[in-house]
T-cell receptor
């Protein structure tokens, strides 16, 4: 079975500073990887996904993530955050070519400090 | 814009009084999902429909039922809500099975259920 670990439950960052949200996964087979964002009282919205190919994936709102197979990681980064980035961020994984359900991490709450 | 719509956004029901939450989609996606999300937690899958094929998660209580009368609509019925069922309920869709092509899920804005 696959699993996802988001090591940080909360990350405080000053506005305009860079941020990295960490995600590690475990799976015996190849996976697809996703980052979703959830703003207060809203549903989840896809930020970016890794299917194959280039390990650096660019998403919406200036976010990017890098797939590292050897470290089984898919960390999310943004070079300069804004107040509007305040939200919960979920990393998710699903095994390729299986009828599994997607597995979400527990989420990381990003606090932007003025 | 194609989207996933959930009604109502906020629902208050009494302990033990049946309640129905609705979801509709204009994406014409094959798969529809219902998730329960409690405060500061990840979404928890309750069940999903692949077209008309219903798939229940093993740990979904019998108190939760679902109907999908057509491609566009899906309903979540809670037969006898308890205080522990208070949560955000999220509906989502995907074009096809997630693991086969890396399709992403599209989420509705959610219905926040309060049980009094």
């Amino acid at each position: 079975a696959q699993s996802v670990t988001q090591l940080d439950s909360q990350v405080p960052v000053f506005e305009e500073a860079p941020v990295e949200l960490r995600c590690n996964y475990s799976s015996s087979v190849s996976v697809y990887l996703f980052w979703y964002v959830q703003y207060p009282n809203q549903g989840l919205q896809l930020l970016l996904k890794y299917l194959s190919g280039s390990t650096l994936v660019k998403g919406i709102n200036g976010f990017e993530a890098e797939f590292n197979k050897s470290q089984t990681s898919f960390h999310l980064r943004k070079p300069s955050v804004h107040i509007s980035d305040t939200a919960e961020y979920f990393c998710a994984v699903i095994r390729m070519n299986r009828d599994d359900k997607i597995i979400f991490g527990k989420g990381t709450r990003l606090h932007i400090l003025p | 814009d194609a989207m996933v719509i959930q009604n109502p956004r906020y629902q208050v029901t009494q302990f033990g009084k049946p309640v129905t939450l609705s979801c509709s989609q204009t994406l014409n996606h094959n798969v529809m999902y219902w998730y329960q999300q409690k405060s500061s937690q990840a979404p928890k899958l309750l069940f999903h429909y692949y077209d008309k094929d219903f798939n229940n998660e093993a740990d979904t209580p019998d108190n939760f039922q679902s109907r999908r009368p057509n491609t566009s609509f899906c309903f979540l019925d809670i037969r006898s809500p308890g205080l522990g069922d208070a949560a955000m309920y999220l509906c989502a869709t995907s074009r096809d099975r997630l693991g086969h092509s890396g399709y992403e899920q599209y989420f509705g804005p959610g219905t926040r259920l309060t049980v009094t």
